[in-house]
Structure formats: C-alpha cells, structure tokens
C-alpha cells in the first residue's frame, strides 16, 4: 500500500505518544490502556511546541489514553481538533501484556526469538504485525487523502503500530519491518509524498535524548 503517487507534495509525521509507567518498567502494554506520567506529559508538552511549529492540517491519535493525552498536547497549540481512531490502537498481544521484557523471555522464549527472526507470531495469542498494519495505515491514508497539497497530518500512535505502519506505506516486507528500529517517547518520523509514492525523511526525530523504553507499547 503506497501513496497516490501523483507528488502532492504532504507529509505524514507519526509520533509515539509519551512516557508510561510501563514504560519504564519495560511492561508490554499492548492495548492495555495506561495513563502518562507526569513526565511523559511534559514530554508531549515541550515536543509539541516543537511540531506545531511544522503548522501541521489535521491530528488523529489512537484512542488509548497515553496517546489522546499525547495529541491534546498538540490540538492545545494548533487549535485543531484531534480525532481518534481505535485502528491505530498498539498491538493486542494476549497473554504478553502487564509482562515485563525478562518475563516474556522467559515464558515465551522460543515465541519471542521467532518473533525477534522476523517470523509472523501471534505473540501471546494476539495480532500478527501484518494484521496491525492492515488496519493502521488505511486510517493513516484516509486522513492523508484529505490534506491539501503539501499538507501535513500529525498521528500519534504507539511504537508499534508506528513500525509496522511505516513498514507498509513504504512498500516494504514484514520481514524487514524490525529494522526500521523503535521510537523513544515522544519522538516521530515522517514520511514525505514523492512521485512515486511515499518515503522516509526522518526516523526517530526530536530533541529527547531519550532510550527506546517498551517500544511495543
């Protein structure tokens, strides 16, 4: 699934949505709905002056707490109304959700290595990253399709659902989507319309020199 190739010239900026207390205990959250902590507001806060001042046309985020929280952040500066989809929601991921990064290792191992190989895995009984960018990035071209020319749509999302979304706007296989690598909180990429189709012009951007905590999360 690519853009419409005809070079409008729009940009989609996908941004991971604030610090969690999962996060930081390395939890996987899936579509468990967690709330920010104080400092993952204040993330969202000081990263949305930051693209506001892309003067971005639309915002959707996921409608899982620690997202919306994250994008009303950004309507607070631009003005705009965020509307919220359940499509761009993190991976369900059945059993591995509330568990830490050790936990699953060691429950799940042989799960998580062919997970980690870039085997399709149903990580604890959930969705298949295919099945995630299935009903993500339709969302993401929907809203895109509106934009004017050399418009740009914000969508804060979760590592995730921002990986395998940009794995497939991009035209590439599922099985390379891994090296896209994981967002810290509060950090985006952004994908840029060209003739033919669209393409990765930054990866993991911001001012945050913060890790990679949860990034499935």
């Known amino acids: 699934m690519t853009g419409s190739g005809g070079g409008r010239g729009r940009r989609i900026v996908l941004w991971r949505h604030g610090q969690t207390a999962w996060n930081l205990e390395r939890r996987f959250q ?9 400092e993952g507001v204040g993330q969202a806060r000081r990263a949305a002056r930051l693209l506001a001042s892309l003067k971005p046309d639309a915002i959707v985020a996921s409608d899982l707490r620690r997202a919306a929280a994250t994008a009303a952040e950004l309507a607070a500066i631009t003005g705009h109304a965020v509307a919220h989809d359940p499509g761009l929601r993190e991976t369900y991921a059945g059993a591995w959700q ?27 009984g959930g969705e ?27 969508v804060v999302s979760h590592g995730g659902t921002i990986r395998t979304t940009i794995g497939r706007l991009l035209g590439l296989e599922a099985h390379h989507w891994e090296g896209l ?20 012009l930054e990866h993991n951007a911001g001012t945050l020199p913060e890790p990679v905590l949860g990034d499935d999360a």
């Open 30 to 38: 899936g579509s468990t709905d967690i709330d920010l902590t104080e």
């Open 98 to 124: 509330g568990l830490t990064h050790e936990e699953i290792v060691g429950l799940y191992g042989e799960q998580y290595a062919a997970w980690k190989r870039g085997e399709p895995v149903r990580r604890g």
């Open 128 to 154: 298949l990253e295919t099945e995630v960018a299935d009903r993500a990035a339709p969302v993401v071209l929907a809203h895109a399709e509106t934009l004017p020319d050399d418009g740009t749509l914000v």
């Open 181 to 200: 690598g994981g967002l810290s909180n509060c950090c985006w990429s952004v994908l840029g319309e060209g003739a033919r189709g669209w393409r990765l």
